[in-house]
């Protein structure tokens, strides 16, 4: 059992939420109730991919981990809850 995040892991986990981000469609039309909701997603997604990168620099690998598994959640629940698009099950947990 791991007890550490090592760089390699830290590495993947970002190419894999990097490639989702670049893949990421929002389905829902723009006069659509859930177009503020996909906005929304979009933007905490990006954000804690930031915020990832920032921890990563630091040095600070569990807090980047954290960061990347919230981006990748509200990238997962955006296709779940069908405003997003996301078919590559590599990088989407319900594509």
């Known amino acids: 059992m791991e007890r550490e995040i090592s760089e390699e892991k830290l590495k993947k986990y970002f190419e894999i939420t990097k490639q989702a981000l670049e893949k ?3 389905v829902v039309h723009e006069k659509s109730l859930l177009y503020s909701v996909a906005k929304d997603f979009l933007i905490m997604a990006k954000s804690y991919y930031s915020d990832a990168k920032y921890y990563y620099k630091k040095g600070d690998y569990v807090t980047a ?3 990347l598994n919230y981006a990748h959640g509200f990238i997962d629940a955006g296709v779940r809850l069908g ?3 996301g078919e590559d099950n590599r990088l989407f947990a319900f594509g």
């Open 83 to 85: 405003v997003f698009k």
């Open 24 to 26: 990421l469609e929002i």
């Open 65 to 67: 981990f954290a960061a």
